[in-house]
């Protein structure tokens, strides 16, 4: 079947521009994640959503940074006002359930000029 | 704090030769185990996990891995590599405790000589 699916694949834009990327979960997946991959800081967790609510932002690096998850799908990452240090690779990962295996997209390759 | 050690960041080894990937965690709480492999401009694809039971668990594409809980380790093995294996490794570990968000170590970039 059809895994995670993100978009879009690279983003370019200008700094203290706001970007918005894109995640499609694996069908009927509760659990979504969102990391971050950059070369400094390695793979973070950003925030975890459980159907349509957040139990968990704290991975979230500052108030520039919010995610929504509507009808228990779709969810948004939303960049506001974009430094160079978010230049980075968001990933987007779902499991079944709670704590269960965790299936990645390939991810929004963002650059900040 | 969680932390998830891989101290080899880079490793190279012969095609045929074997394999083996060093992880080490801290954890306060039972862990769960991945192991995911990342080719360039590529996610992450899942080798295999341990969640319970026996300690020795099988993965694709002929990949191992055993958790040892004395020594916090859960080292990945491969007893012949082929050229394709080369790619970079990441062992990561969750805890419902820790509600369900992975930790990462830093990653093992293999590169396999032929």
């Known amino acids: 079947g059809a895994g995670v699916s993100q978009s879009p694949s690279n983003k370019v834009t200008e700094k203290g521009k706001d970007v918005e990327l894109r995640c499609d979960p694996i069908s009927g997946h509760t659990a979504l994640y969102w990391y971050r991959q950059s070369l400094g800081q390695g793979l973070e967790f950003l925030i975890y959503f459980q159907g349509n609510s957040a139990p968990d932002k704290s991975g979230l690096p500052s108030d520039r940074f919010s995610a929504e998850r509507t009808g228990g799908s779709v969810s948004t990452l939303t960049i506001q006002r974009t430094q160079q240090e978010d230049s980075a690779v968001y990933l987007c990962?779902?499991?079944?359930?709670?704590?269960?295996?965790?299936?990645f997209g390939p991810g929004t390759r963002l650059t900040v000029l | 704090a969680q932390s998830v050690t891989q101290p080899d960041i880079h490793i190279t080894v012969s095609e045929g030769a074997s394999l083996e990937l060093r992880c080490n965690y801290s954890?306060?709480?039972?862990?769960?185990l991945f192991w995911y492999v990342q080719s360039p401009g590529q996610g992450l694809q899942l080798l295999l996990k341990?969640?319970?039971?026996?300690?020795l668990v099988q993965g694709i594409k002929g990949f191992e891995a055993e958790f040892k809980r004395s020594q916090s380790s859960f080292n990945l093995r491969k007893p012949s590599v082929h050229w394709s294996d080369a790619a970079e490794y990441f062992c990561?570990?969750?805890?419902?405790?820790?509600?369900?968000?992975?930790?990462f170590g830093a990653g093992t970039i293999l590169r396999v000589k032929s």
């Open positions: 990561a570990v969750g805890a419902k405790e820790y509600g369900n968000k992975l930790v």
């Open positions: 341990y969640f319970s039971g026996d300690t």
């Open positions: 954890y306060g709480a039972t862990p769960y």
């Open positions: 990962a779902s499991s079944l359930a709670d704590m269960n295996t965790q299936y």
